[in-house]
């Protein structure tokens, strides 16, 4: 079976800098695929970035970038230039290529951006 | 973008009756829905998975007589809460795949539900 753990359940930054969110995953599988998703206030779930676990380079999406270790089982999200509209509960997750579309979601980083 | 529509976002009833939420590709055509449940500033719990035109696949602990699914079309499943109880209030959210694997899941806005 597949876990992802996020053992941030709150993190706090101030404007303007960068934080960094932190998961680990536990996987037997060798095709599958890992995705941030923020999910503000409003509990809309939002795709933040996403990373196949065969492409070595890490995904960047504008402020957003991965730090993907396969061989550690570590998906940490940087959110660079932080802005107040960040703040929101982020979720890693795991997608297996061979069950595609079943997630397994983290516990939530609660992220709080100060003004 | 994909977009799936939840309706309703709010709803209220009270023990013993039936409530009926609709998710709902609006855009793409979804073979697999999927049923989340999150408590308050916890994570999304899988229920179930949804097929299109076949019987839902239900997560160990979930009780599929309770939590009734239905996924009629490839644009529309439903999640019928039977015999509603105060500790089935919660927050459920819906989502859809298309017919790409590489496709991510599409949310819907989510679904309030207070049992009083």
């Known amino acids: 079976a597949q876990t992802v753990t996020q053992s941030q359940p709150e993190m706090s930054v101030q404007e303007a800098e960068t934080v960094t969110l932190s998961c680990t995953y536990d996987?037997?599988?060798?095709?599958?695929?890992l995705f941030w998703y923020k999910q503000p206030p409003s509990r809309q779930m939002i795709l933040v970035i996403r990373?196949?676990?065969?492409?070595?380079q890490n995904a960047t999406e504008n402020r957003f970038s991965v730090n993907f270790q396969k061989a550690a089982k570590s998906f940490s999200l940087k959110i660079s230039d932080s802005q107040l509209g960040d703040t929101a509960m982020y979720f890693c997750?795991?997608?297996?290529?061979?069950?595609?579309?079943?997630?397994?979601f983290g516990s939530g980083t609660k992220l709080n951006v100060k003004p | 973008g994909a977009v799936v529509s939840q309706h309703p976002s709010r709803v209220i009833c009270k023990s013993g009756t039936s409530v009926k939420i609709e998710c709902r590709s609006l855009?793409?055509?979804?073979?697999?829905m999927f049923w989340y449940r999150q408590f308050p500033k916890q994570s999304l719990m899988l229920m179930a998975t949804?097929?299109?035109?076949?019987?839902?696949?239900?997560e160990q602990g979930v009780e599929k007589d309770k939590f009734l699914i239905n996924h009629a079309s490839l644009t529309l499943s439903t999640l019928t809460v039977t015999s509603a109880h105060p500790e089935d209030s919660s927050f459920y959210i819906c989502?859809?795949?298309?017919?790409?694997?590489?496709?991510?899941?599409?949310f819907g806005n989510g679904t309030r539900l207070t049992v009083t």
């Open positions: 997750a795991f997608m297996s290529g061979y069950n595609f579309n079943k997630f397994y």
């Open positions: 990373q196949e676990a065969y492409k070595q």
């Open positions: 989502s859809a795949s298309g017919t790409n694997y590489n496709s991510p899941l599409h």
């Open positions: 949804s097929n299109e035109g076949s019987k839902a696949t239900y």
């Open positions: 855009d793409f055509q979804a073979t697999t």
């Open positions: 996987t037997s599988e060798s095709n599958y695929y």
